[in-house]
């Protein structure tokens, strides 16, 4: 593991139980307010992953950075035959792993302690995702890479917006937690995408993100 990642890694698994309750809303009053007016573009990208994910049943995911399994388990519930979460946090992996239990889908999900590039690629997937992750790569195009190669039908990703008044906030914010963060251009998300092979896509701005459907087969 590089020394970003580990220290990536040391981020999430202190932010994990954090995390899974942007989700759950086990917050007070005040914060689940400030989320649902903050992180509205969170909740709006989880639709967005579902409806360019679908159909479920019968396919294979792949979840890249799956953070506290959100996105897996409810693959997993809609009818997936099987879901492979990755994550560099074991804290994540943990949650993720509880989560597939409470909804009796852990036999349809494996949740592994690795990154991408060092994932040994056993098997392919239908439709690989990348929500949240990309913020956190210092070097897309390899991970961008490796996820086509993975991957069968699409992949639907997200990136950080580069011109908002979050990104500089945010910015130095998290590198105070020595967890430096990254923002994407449509441009460069363009260039990103095609040099990564994908000739068809769809890139859509939800609040201060770009959510991205990649076509494998274009
Ligand atoms: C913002 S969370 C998103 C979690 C989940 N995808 C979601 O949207 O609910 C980012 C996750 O990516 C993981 N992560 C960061 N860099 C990673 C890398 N290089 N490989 C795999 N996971 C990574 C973190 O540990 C964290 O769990």
């Not at 309750?21 to 009053?29: G, L, Q, T, V």
């Not at 049943?57 to 979840?63: A, E, I, N, R, S």
């Not at 690795?114 to 995702?129: A, M, P």
């Not at 251009?185 to 991205?212: H, N, P, T, Y």
Request: glycine content about 6%.
């Amino acid at each position: 593991m590089s020394t970003e990642i580990a220290s990536q890694s040391d981020y999430w698994n202190d932010e994990a139980d954090s995390f899974r309750k942007i989700y759950s809303h086990e917050k007070s009053a005040f914060s689940n307010f400030l989320d649902k007016v903050f992180r509205k573009d969170m909740y709006e990208r989880f639709v967005f992953t579902l409806h360019h994910s679908a159909p479920f049943p019968d396919k294979k995911f792949l979840d890249v950075g799956c953070g506290s399994g959100k996105y897996a388990v409810e693959f997993a519930r809609k009818g997936a035959q099987h879901v492979t979460g990755i994550d560099i946090a074991e804290n994540m992996l943990e949650l993720s792993r509880r989560l597939a239990e409470q909804h009796s889908v852990q036999d349809r999900c494996t949740f592994l302690h690795t990154d991408l590039l060092g994932y040994e690629l056993k098997e392919l997937f239908d439709v690989s995702i990348g929500i949240g992750l990309f913020d956190y790569i210092a070097n897309p195009f390899p991970v961008l890479s490796r996820m086509r190669q993975a991957t069968t039908d699409r992949v639907v990703i997200s990136f950080p917006r580069l011109w908002t008044w979050r990104a500089p906030v945010r910015k130095i914010r998290l590198a105070t937690r020595r967890c430096p963060v990254y923002f994407y251009s449509r441009k460069r998300i363009e260039r990103l995408m095609s040099d990564a092979g994908f000739s068809k896509m769809k890139i859509e701005k939800i609040g201060k993100l770009f959510c991205v459907v990649g076509y494998v087969n274009g």
